[in-house]
C-alpha cells in the first residue's frame, strides 16, 4: 500500500464552483500533514500546513481525520489561476522526510 | 521566492557519460534532499543530508550518488547514465531537522538520456 493516496484527477470544474480533494495516509504515527500546489512543469510550493484542528486560508481550507487517517482540501469559489495538480504530503515513517501522494489535477474553466 | 538553484535545468545526454546536477540554497538551511518525479508520478525521495559531511540514502533506490562538503551545495552525481535515469529531478531544502518544516524547491533538472 502506497504511504499516501490521493482522489484520482482530474477535476474539471467552473469558475466559482466549490471543490473538495481528499487524501489517505498509511502510518497512523504520522504527525505532520501538508498541501502542496504544483503548477504544470513547475516544482512544488507549499500551499498549506494541516493542523488537527482544521484551519483555513482564504478560500481554502484543510481537515484532518487522525481515526482514519484521512486529509481533506476544499476550495471555494474556484478562480481560473487555480488550475494545478494539489499533491498531499505526509511525513515519513521514520520522519526524516516527506512523503508525497501522486497528486490530484483540477482544472477551473471560465 | 525560495533562494534554491538548479542546474542545467535541461540535460540531453548518451548513454554512458558521467553527470552532476548542481543544486545550491543561500537560506543556510541544514537539511537538503533529492526528489526524483516522473511525469504524472508522485515525487520519491532518492537522498538527503542533515548537514555537511551527512548524506544518506532515501527511499527510493538511486544508482546517484551525492555530497554535502558546504551546507550550502549539495550536488548529485551519475557516474554512467541509462535510459533509464531519465526523469525530472528536484532539489529542495528545509530550515528545521524534524520533517515538519516547509520544503523549498529548485526549479528542477530534466534529464532525457539517449
Known amino acids: 500500500r502506497k504511504e499516501v493516496e490521493q482522489d484520482p484527477g482530474p477535476f474539471n470544474v467552473p469558475e466559482g464552483a466549490t471543490v473538495a480533494f481528499n487524501c489517505t495516509y498509511s502510518?497512523?504515527?504520522?504527525?505532520?500533514f501538508f498541501w502542496y500546489r504544483q503548477d504544470c512543469r513547475k516544482e512544488p510550493k507549499l500551499l498549506m500546513s494541516?493542523?488537527?484542528s482544521g484551519n483555513e486560508d482564504g478560500r481554502f481550507t484543510a481537515q484532518l481525520n487522525r481515526a482514519s487517517q484521512y486529509i481533506s482540501l476544499l476550495i471555494r469559489d474556484s478562480k481560473l489561476s487555480d488550475s494545478a495538480t494539489y499533491l498531499c504530503?505526509?511525513?515519513?515513517?521514520?520522519?526524516?522526510?516527506?512523503?508525497f501522494g501522486k497528486g490530484t489535477s483540477l482544472l477551473v474553466t471560465p | 521566492e525560495a533562494d534554491i538553484y538548479q542546474t542545467p535545468r535541461y540535460l540531453v545526454i548518451g548513454t554512458g557519460k558521467k553527470i552532476t546536477l548542481e543544486c545550491s540554497q543561500t537560506m543556510g538551511h541544514d537539511k537538503m534532499y533529492w526528489y526524483q518525479q516522473d511525469p504524472g508520478m508522485e515525487l520519491h525521495l532518492i537522498h538527503y543530508s542533515y548537514g555537511v559531511n551527512s548524506t544518506e540514502k532515501g527511499d527510493l533506490s538511486s544508482e546517484s550518488t551525492v555530497s554535502r562538503i558546504r551546507t550550502e551545495h549539495f550536488p548529485l552525481t551519475l557516474e554512467s547514465a541509462r535510459p533509464s535515469h531519465t526523469s525530472q529531478y528536484l532539489c529542495?531544502?528545509?530550515?528545521?531537522?524534524?520533517?515538519?518544516?516547509?520544503?523549498?524547491f529548485g526549479e528542477g533538472s530534466r534529464l532525457t538520456v539517449l
Open positions: 494541516v493542523y488537527s
Open positions: 529542495a531544502s528545509s530550515e528545521y531537522l524534524g520533517s515538519t518544516g516547509e520544503l523549498f
Open positions: 502510518n497512523s504515527a504520522s504527525q505532520s
Open positions: 504530503v505526509v511525513n515519513s515513517n521514520s520522519g526524516y522526510a516527506l512523503n
